[in-house]
């Protein structure tokens, strides 16, 4: 594995989000920390495999009640109460004042690697 394969950040999703990411319905992640940066490649795991390669676009910090139906849609959900209701299943305790950060991301072809990742069906 080359140098950069080993130091490369992760996103890591729950298997449920496999289908919406594989489909480019999710192009958001919310988290409540991040260690990326814009213009990052990352490379997507989806229940512990490998999915691909992805670009940070962009990371916006928000608080909760600055969260809307767009915002929602962009991670997956129908609307920002489905995605609430996800982010207390996996946070817990959630205010309106607690701030997240919003990170945008846009798959990334890496041809130059050995390894393609697959993240089977």
């Not at 950069?4 to 999710?26: A, D, H, I, P, V």
């Not at 409540?32 to 229940?47: Q, S």
């Not at 969260?67 to 991670?75: F, G, L, P, T």
Request: net charge positive.
């Amino acid at each position: 594995m080359d140098g950069w394969q080993r130091t490369m950040k992760q996103l890591n999703f729950k298997k449920e989000y496999k289908e919406t990411l594989r489909s480019g319905k999710k192009i958001t992640t919310i988290r409540m920390k991040t260690n990326l940066k814009p213009k990052e490649i990352v490379e997507i795991v989806v229940g512990g495999e490998s999915c691909g390669y992805a670009r940070i676009k962009s990371i916006v910090r928000k608080k909760i009640s600055e969260i809307n139906d767009k915002d929602a849609k962009k991670d997956g959900f129908k609307n920002r109460r489905e995605l609430l209701r996800a982010l207390k299943k996996i946070y817990g305790k959630i205010t309106p004042e607690t701030h997240v950060y919003i990170i945008r991301f846009e798959k990334e072809d890496l041809k130059k690697t050995r390894e393609k990742p697959t993240c089977s069906k």
